[in-house]
């Protein structure tokens, strides 16, 4: 089966421009995550999609940041206007279950978009 | 609050030698799940574990070995023989039991295998 999907692989925009970031989960699975990592530090949870609700959005950082899944499908995340501080990995994953089932299907991540903001 | 720890942020090793990564968590959940990713080169993070905090057994996969200790609220992860393809970033990452979904990542540890 095809993987998780991320376009682009990496971007890079001047502060002040708005960037989409575009994910295709496994298909089949309800679950999406969004998570990023800054350099050097942890990787942090962003949103959680169920089908196309937001579930948990949490961890998403101000209201530049905004995450659609439309028809329950893929899902974009757009920043607008990017900061220098948006820099950073952006990683989607998705799941069968949600994490924190019985099952407690383990994520299942895309590649990642690398997001530099200058 | 939960919280995973990888204290190691680099480590060099020798090809055939082995190699432990650490991995210490803290959770009040009774019941949470701990993972361990790869991400090679290429970017993405790859599944190679999952361990609930009921099954303390510990595993071993091939040259992989994951040592689960309740008592000191560690998942320890270790590489016997190492080898190049080896070279990684390792991340340990938690998750709640009961209608928390997030995992909890540590900061990674960058495992280089030196030929």
């Known amino acids: 089966e095809a993987g998780v999907t991320q376009f682009p692989s990496h971007s890079v925009i001047e502060k002040g421009q708005t960037v989409t970031l575009r994910c295709d989960p496994i298909?089949?699975?309800?679950?999406l995550y969004w998570y990023r990592r800054v350099m050097g530090k942890e990787i942090k949870f962003l949103l959680h999609?169920?089908?196309?609700?937001?579930?948990?959005e949490s961890g998403m950082p101000n209201n530049r940041f905004l995450a659609e899944r439309t028809g329950g499908t893929y899902s974009t995340l757009k920043v607008q206007p990017a900061e220098l501080e948006d820099s950073g990995v952006y990683f989607c994953?998705?799941?069968?279950?949600?994490?924190?089932?019985?099952?407690?299907?383990?994520?299942?991540f895309g590649n990642g978009t690398r997001l530099t903001v200058t | 609050a939960q919280k995973v720890t990888q204290a190691q942020t680099e480590i060099s090793v020798v090809e055939k030698e082995d190699v432990t990564l650490d991995c210490v968590y803290e959770t009040r959940d009774t019941t949470y799940y701990l993972f361990w990713y790869k991400q090679p080169p290429s970017g993405e993070l790859v599944f190679l574990i999952r361990r609930n905090s009921f099954d303390e057994q510990n595993e071993i996969s091939g040259r992989y070995s994951w040592n689960f200790q309740k008592s000191t609220s560690s998942f320890n992860f270790t590489i016997t023989a190492s080898q190049v393809v080896d070279s990684a970033v390792y991340f340990c990452?938690?998750?709640?039991?009961?209608?928390?979904?997030?995992?909890?990542f540590g900061t990674g540890t960058r495992l280089k295998v030196l030929a």
């Open positions: 990452a938690l998750s709640g039991g009961s209608g928390t979904y997030k995992y909890i």
């Open positions: 298909s089949g699975h309800d679950n």
């Open positions: 994953a998705s799941s069968q279950y949600p994490t924190g089932d019985f099952y407690n299907s383990p994520l299942h």
């Open positions: 999609f169920v089908k196309e609700s937001k579930q948990d």
